[in-house]
């Protein structure tokens, strides 16, 4: 066993601690113990194996802090430790292992500020720090990581601005910084980033206009859920910025006026007229060809819209005369009320004249 070079035991039931023994396998390069039912400390004895380059124990429920004599793994490329109970803050121990390429610390209880010399890991592909207690500004100097692919700063108490310096992470293709507490812009310099094809600031306390270009391009509205403050990218549906031109509402103003005055005016005209009419008539008793309305005390008003309806929209079929002023259409109201309907043409100036004539 002195010669093993990988062990693993993913994905199966294990309990208990991880046993000190361990460190007794001085050959072993990988050890899996992923997903696993594991609790306890990580014990030191694994950070004294200095041959491996991948420790994955994510899915566990390991607890306490990363030891710091983590630093002697000179070797260790590969740290997946998500998914636990591990507490305290970042090791600044980690910070001196030059050749990690992936570390993920994601789902735990880490706490207190990343620290500024993380850009010390200059070779790291990708860094999950999400569902942590980080707090703090997010560390400006996490732009000179240029090999970085992934970053995930997301689900923590962040605060502050973000780095201008994350212009400079050229390799990156994913960055999420979701839910936290940023504040300030939206960096129109990640524009520029070529490779970047996820991006999410939701949740956040961000302001002021999305950027246009590169991945906003493709961005969805989740990305920007959550902040009041941003405006822009109609195609987000975001809220944009409100301006009022003087031209285009004198404009409305005017359309308004031309086309929906008349026909208020209309409506209303034929509503008067037609109300007056029937009163009129009442008063003389039985036309010949109308049957005799009811004598009430008080007239029962009769909307535009009840004599439209009355007469299917002024079609032929109800016409029972027309002349030089106007139409004349004969229908039952809803109250049961036979009546004879004018409607006048109102481009005639005499018209109104001709109809007061005739109700007298």
Not at 21 to 43: A, C, P, S
Not at 136 to 148: D, I, M
């Amino acid at each position: 066993m002195s010669g093993l070079i990988e062990l693993s035991f993913e994905g199966n039931n294990l309990t208990g601690s991880i046993p000190s023994e361990i460190g007794k396998l001085k050959q072993l390069q990988g050890l899996f113990l992923t997903y696993n039912k594991l609790q306890g400390h990580i014990t030191e004895a694994v950070y004294h194996l200095s041959n491996l380059f991948k420790l994955t124990l994510t899915g566990n429920k390991l607890t306490g802090k990363i030891p710091g004599c983590i630093e002697n793994q000179s070797m260790l490329q590969l740290l997946p430790l998500s998914s636990n109970k591990l507490s305290s803050e970042f090791p600044l121990s980690i910070l001196k292992m030059s050749g990690l390429l992936y570390l993920d610390v994601s789902q735990n209880f880490i706490e207190g500020e990343v620290p500024s010399d993380v850009g010390e890991l200059n070779v790291i592909v990708e860094l999950d720090l999400s569902g942590n207690h980080f707090s703090g500004k997010v560390p400006s100097r996490l732009g000179e990581l240029q090999n970085q692919q992934f970053l995930d700063l997301s689900n923590n108490s962040f605060f502050g601005q973000i780095p201008l310096s994350f212009a400079n992470l050229i390799s990156l293709e994913f960055l999420n910084m979701s839910l936290n507490a940023l504040s300030g812009t939206i960096p129109r310099s990640l524009e520029n980033l070529l490779y970047l094809k996820a991006f999410n600031v939701s949740f956040n306390d961000l302001e002021g206009e999305i950027p246009s270009g590169g991945v906003f391009v493709n961005s969805t509205l989740q990305s920007f859920l959550g902040n009041k403050g941003l405006w822009g990218m109609h195609i987000l549906e975001v809220p944009a910025c409100a301006t009022v031109n003087p031209k285009q509402q004198s404009k409305f103003k005017e359309v308004l006026l031309k086309n929906i005055t008349p026909v208020f005016t209309s409506s209303f005209l034929i509503f008067l007229l037609v109300s007056i009419w029937i009163m009129k008539r009442q008063k003389k008793g039985k036309p010949k060809d109308v049957e005799r309305v009811p004598e009430i005390n008080t007239y029962q008003l009769i909307s535009y819209h009840e004599t439209q309806r009355a007469t299917d929209n002024f079609v032929g079929s109800k016409l029972i005369g027309a002349g030089s002023s106007g139409s004349v259409f004969k229908r039952t109201l809803s109250i049961g009320t036979v009546v004879s309907i004018k409607v006048l043409d109102l481009k005639n100036e005499q018209v109104c004249k001709r109809f007061d004539s005739e109700c007298k």
